[in-house]
Every structure is written in C-alpha cells, then in structure tokens.
C-alpha cells in the first residue's frame, strides 16, 4: 500500500491501531482465547476504550 512511512511499526509520529489484551495469545492454549478480555483499544494513537473507565 506504499505507506510504510505512515504505519507498520509503533514509533513516534506514526499512525497506529491496536489493543491491549489481557493474556498473551501465543503463550495460551488456543482453547483459552475466548478468555480474554480486552483491555483498551487505540484508534490511530488515542485511547477509545478502556475496560477500566
């Protein structure tokens, strides 16, 4: 998509989408997933959910 520059990796002044979870997926057994619980999720930088609020 030509935007490497933009996204990509979590670094200063780069857009970025992701969530906080509550255990490590790679380090459970698959069947445990569903026991997760997301912890805060961030739209292009900024927190829009958080569990705790």
Do not use: C, P, W
Request: charged residues 25%; aromatic residues 8%.
């Amino acid at each position: 998509m030509g935007l490497g520059e933009r996204v990509g990796s979590i670094e200063v002044g780069k857009s970025a989408d992701f969530l906080v979870l509550s255990q490590n997926l790679f380090d459970i057994d698959a069947r445990r997933i569903h026991e997760t619980n997301v912890l805060a999720t961030y739209l292009r930088g900024t927190r829009v959910y958080d569990a705790n609020s």
